[in-house]
T-cell receptor, first 113, second 118 residues
Framework: GDSVTQMEGPVTLSEEAFLTINCTYTATGYPSLFWYVQYPGEGLQLLLKATKADDKGSNKGFEATYRKETTSFHLEKGSVQVSDSAVYFCAPAGGTSYGKLTFGQGTILTVHP | GAVVSQHPSRVICKSGTSVKIECRSLDFQATTMFWYRQFPKKSLMLMATSNEGSKATYEQGVEKDKFLINHASLTLSTLTVTSAHPEDSSFYIC??????????????FGPGTRLTVL
């Protein structure tokens, strides 16, 4: 089945620092790739997505590029804010999983002023 | 658009009782809904997949008789935790997938239900 390896956390940054959260996946076929964000005590919100190779998903200053050759979908942001503090989940869907999302272990991000 | 609600947001019950959690897609029809369980500081564990009008498909290790799922309409799925015990305490999250204009495989998540069994 599909699997995901996410960068170990927690990650602690100062405001305006550069953020990278690595994500690699294994999946057969052509999965869609998603990053979800979970704020404390809440459910998951879609942050960004990419549905085919070389697509770049972007939202709220976050970006991730679908790299089929390296099976990666790393999340980046040039200047983080305190409000970005949350848990970030990488998740492929599709391939042989019939549309099921396979979640990484989540990366806790804390941004200090 | 693509809003999913869950009710209740929090529930506390006594051991041995049953609890029902509702998941609704408010502005779209959900052909498939998913139920997840999340332990503190852990990832989401898929419990089951339900398609409207058919039986749910449970993931390995999930007791179907304990976690009853009903997907009676295109906008509502329910999860009933039967004879709940303290070890069932968790954060339960549903998601819904719509066909049509949304990216295939994209799921929209509810805000979650915190279940505490005393």
């Amino acid at each position: 089945g599909d699997s995901v390896t996410q960068m170990e956390g927690p990650v602690t940054l100062s405001e305006e620092a550069f953020l990278t959260i690595n994500c690699t996946y294994t999946a057969t076929g052509y999965p869609s790739l998603f990053w979800y964000v979970q704020y404390p005590g809440e459910g998951l919100q879609l942050l960004l997505k990419a549905t085919k190779a070389d697509d770049k998903g972007s939202n709220k200053g976050f970006e991730a590029t679908y790299r089929k050759e390296t099976t990666s979908f790393h999340l980046e942001k040039g200047s983080v804010q305190v409000s970005d503090s949350a848990v970030y989940f990488c998740a492929p869907a599709g391939g042989t999983s019939y549309g099921k999302l396979t979640f990484g272990q989540g990366t806790i991000l804390t941004v200090h002023p | 658009g693509a809003v999913v609600s869950q009710h209740p947001s929090r529930v506390i019950c006594k051991s041995g009782t049953s609890v029902k959690i509702e998941c609704r897609s408010l502005d779209f029809q959900a052909t498939t809904m998913f139920w997840y369980r999340q332990f503190p500081k852990k990832s989401l564990m898929l419990m089951a997949t339900s398609n409207e009008g058919s039986k749910a498909t449970y993931e390995q290790g999930v007791e179907k008789d304990k976690f009853l799922i009903n997907h009676a309409s295109l906008t509502l799925s329910t999860l009933t935790v039967t004879s709940a015990h303290p070890e069932d305490s968790s954060f339960y999250i549903c998601s819904a997938r719509a066909a049509g204009t949304y990216t295939y495989n994209e799921q929209f998540f509810g805000p979650g239900t915190r279940l505490t069994v005393l």
